[in-house]
């Protein structure tokens, strides 16, 4: 089977999937590899689109013409057909170390992407110092006038910002990625807290990839992955935030060149380091922390608790109020059994915009830094969660599975609530096809 990845590397989730598809491919589980194919506006309407309902990248094509579109279904895919390098631990022999990497996939896709997509577009605002807008619209003409010379690139990227994105009046009328932060709940009053919070993360990895390679010892898990997503394509490669990156989080910006593969001083997932034998001969040992491997007996050390512990403390109450909200509104006239319901995007979805905006139905208050605020209610989470609740009932299967559980979540505040997704989830279960969501009638 060979397979054909349609990303762009500006892309938050193209970066996700396509560290992970390196990694599959140089550890040997992905013996045809991938080709990394630039999703062009022109492949994009006439191959992606057709194909999957959606234009979002990435977009996986397999050999045989299937397609699987979305960062967490395709590493699903993969998974389930190249598994001699698994990136996901065994729920039912290491069920915590499992349940972490999908708590920081989630927290990295869902809640991360907020204090992301903001650096990205706050310093390209004509009025912001530093700036990284050049930069930025030369990463998105090389996708809208691909081959073009660099002037025209250029020219392109710049024509987007102000046509799509209305980046001359992004402050009084936000329009197209703008006003999608402002559909999440980041506004002018709210951005710094969402900064502040990404700030906070980057400091708890600091600390933990001073000491652990990765986020489960020295190999790369799906918690690696999920945090390439705002960690590569917006943090490390954009300008302002890719310098304040080298300069204030050299740990994390080195963690980031690994998980790619790049040679970083023989510290990524396939080197070795070497020393001389007796006899002058090289005698080599993993490169990585930790022996190379996952820690042994289900570890999740301190270090990766304090990054859960920020799921739970931020995003966990927009969770559960998510699907309550979705619940409610799957019960209610508004939404027909079994109806198409918001999918996921980065603003209000067109059709349910009075839904999503405002006061609708598909919004709630949350907090964030102290700060009380509104945002849209996505119930793609109710998917991502529904996926989550599946992985949960096979950890717990065993008894000693469920005890290792309950005691790892009493660490956390709310977190024992975790136990009690299945029943959350009873009255807002969703199904996805392609890139769209359903609600499950009956």
């Known amino acids: 089977m060979t397979y054909r990845l349609f990303s762009w590397e500006l892309s938050y989730f193209s970066g996700k999937v396509r560290a992970y598809l390196r990694y599959k491919h140089r550890m040997g589980d992905l013996s045809t590899g991938f080709e990394d194919v630039l999703a062009t506006p022109e492949l994009v309407a006439g191959l992606l689109t057709p194909a999957t309902g959606s234009g979002a990248v990435p977009q996986l094509r397999t050999s045989d013409g299937t397609w699987v579109q979305d960062s967490s279904d395709i590493i699903d ?133 001073g000491r652990h390679d990765f986020v489960l010892g020295g190999l790369p898990s799906l918690g690696d992955f999920g945090l390439m997503g705002p960690l590569y394509a917006h943090l490390y490669r954009d300008a302002t935030s890719g310098f304040m990156l080298r300069t204030q989080h050299p740990v994390v910006a080195e963690w980031v060149e690994r998980c790619n593969g790049m040679n970083v001083d023989a510290r990524t997932y396939d080197q070795k380091l070497y020393s001389l034998g007796e006899d002058g001969e090289l005698v080599g040992r993993p490169a990585t922390s930790d022996g190379g491997r996952w820690l042994p007996d289900d570890q999740v050390p301190e270090s990766l608790d304090a990054l859960v512990g920020v799921f739970f403390e931020e995003m966990w109450p927009v969770l559960t109020s998510t699907l309550e909200k979705v619940s409610a509104f799957i019960a209610s006239d508004a939404h027909t059994p079994g109806g198409q319901l918001p999918a996921k995007t980065f603003f209000a979805d067109p059709p349910w915009t009075e839904h999503q905006t405002g006061d609708g139905a598909l919004t709630h208050g949350f907090e964030i830094g102290g700060i009380e605020a509104r945002r849209m209610v996505t119930p793609y989470h109710v998917w991502m969660l529904q996926r989550l609740a599946r992985v949960l009932d096979e950890a717990i299967t065993r008894e000693r599975g469920r005890a290792a559980v309950a005691e790892w979540l009493t660490r956390f505040p709310r977190g024992p609530e975790l136990l009690e997704l299945n029943d959350r989830l009873a009255d807002c279960r969703v199904r996805k096809q392609g890139a769209r969501l359903f609600s499950v009638d009956g």
Not at 84 to 113: F, G, N
Not at 170 to 191: K, W
Request: proline share 6%.
């Open 77 to 209: 895919f993969i998974e389930a057909r190249h598994d001699k390098v698994p990136v996901i631990p065994s729920a039912l022999e290491a069920p915590r170390q499992t349940l972490a990497s999908y708590l920081v996939e989630l927290l990295a896709d869902e809640w991360m992407v907020v204090p992301g997509f903001w650096e990205r577009w706050h310093y390209s605002l004509a009025d912001v110092t530093p700036n990284h807008v050049r930069y930025n619209a030369m990463q998105w003409g090389s996708v809208f006038a691909a081959g073009a010379p660099g002037d025209e690139r250029l020219a392109a990227g710049a024509a987007v910002f102000e046509n799509l994105f209305g980046i001359s009046e992004a402050r009084t009328n936000p329009r197209g990625v703008y006003a999608g932060l402002v559909h999440l709940g980041c506004t002018p009053e709210t951005e710094h807290a969402w900064w502040d919070s990404m700030e906070n993360i980057l400091a708890l990895l600091d600390v933990h990839l």
